[in-house]
């Protein structure tokens, strides 16, 4: 038998079916509330609102529970790595040895930028924002090939596998010339004998005589941080890419909208608040103890970041993860970074403390992966870029499930409007 809610307005009684997803999350299909009613829903945040029907990730918020499709995020960190979590991300299926291979060197031969990109990062201010050079970069990608960036749905989606690699490829690419151009030094060149992370690392550090070498255990650090970030269901900036690609726009444009989507304090660029807040606290002589009670006190304009989160209401299975491996690598790379004492102390402490516990906020991803990325000799305003690398296949992978639906329709919410209703318009001397 078919599940139906009931809905009383007024005096009318309607019935709306209800989806069943599978892992029994439940929501009530209101597509024809307006036209049968003339009402619409008010849901703002979306915290109620299911948007879509996707079949990429699943989180259960309540458990702590993250999979990209299907397989447990603890599972794929321990055996699996960034490149074949971005095949299984965008494909659905992890890849067999042969379709590996392919990948990863779609992704390996595509890994440079057109030389003419070249010169658009000399025209950038030496202390120009990444987050913004990235998101014009990326969008401009479309430009230097068109041919993957027609805005022609079928035409686009014939191209993807090309679109995809060249994303999750020269993202990285981007990232680290503009590091290097900020910096006064030479782009480097990707090289072919390196895996993805390595080769980031060598676009960002080394130097004609003093190679940044493969196989180490930074590489291994960043494949990690990278995994994590790799898909997050609806987030900001992943809706931010169904809403761009929902109107037939292409994929880089869409991904593009995404990083905008990301750069706020409360969304990717809490990594980057987060190494700020424990830089303060240890500057200003305080243990945490201080910070915490401006945090709680609502007045402070003051967040403990790196904590809370809308879906997560119990722990983050991510920050779990990463809290163990910048443990694991700071000790591993005899690194003493006194920001991870604060944070361990305002963990405990936030643990403690009711003000935390009784509203749910738990460290979330952002918490101990800045401390990795400082590790990293990642410079502080690359954090949230490098947030953008990791979520890249999930970007993609959601574009291409949203371009791919049949009956597409363009995302285009309603409101309630509250301003003023209508009134005669005043000539400039009568004002
Ligand atoms: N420190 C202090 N109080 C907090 C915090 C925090 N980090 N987060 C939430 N609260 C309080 C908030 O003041 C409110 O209290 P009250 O009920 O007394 O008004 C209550 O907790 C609920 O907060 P909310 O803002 O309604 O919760 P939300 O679900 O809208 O926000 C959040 C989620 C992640 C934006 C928020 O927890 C936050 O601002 N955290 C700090 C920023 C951060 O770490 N962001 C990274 C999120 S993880 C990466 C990602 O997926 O993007």
Known sequence: MSKEAILKIEDQELSFPIIEGTEQEKGIDLRTLRSKTGYITYDEGFGNTGSCQSEITFIDGEKGILRYRGYPIDELAEKSDFIECAYLIIYGELPDAEQRQAFSDRIGRNASIDERMHRIFEGYPRDANPMAILSAMMTSLGSYYPYLATNDRSTDLANFDEAAAFAISKVRTICAASYRVSKGLPIMYPKKDYDYCDNFLHM??????????????????????????????QNCSTSTVRMVGSGGANLFASI???????????????????????????????????????????????????????????????????????????????????????????EEAARADDYFVSRNLYPNVDFYSGIIMRALSIPLNMFTVMFAIGRMPGWVANWKEVSSQAKGKISRPRQIYQGPTIRDYVPMDQR
């Open 256 to 346: 593009s909208a995404a990083i905008g989507a990301l750069w706020g304090p409360l969304h990717g660029g809490a990594n980057m608040a987060v190494i700020q807040m424990l830089e303060e606290i240890h500057a200003s002589g305080d243990d945490g103890s201080k910070f915490i009670e401006q945090a709680k006190s609502g007045t402070s304009g003051k967040r403990l970041m790196g904590f809370g989160h809308r879906v997560y209401k119990n722990f983050d299975p991510r920050a779990k993860i990463i809290g163990q491996a910048c443990d694991e690598l700071l000790n591993e790379l005899g690194i003493e970074d006194p920001c991870l004492d604060i944070a361990r102390k305002l």
């Open 204 to 233: 960002m550090f080394s130097n004609p005589y003093d190679e940044f070498p493969k196989g180490t255990l930074q590489g291994k650090a960043l494949n990690l941080i990278l995994l994590l970030h790799a898909d997050h269901e």
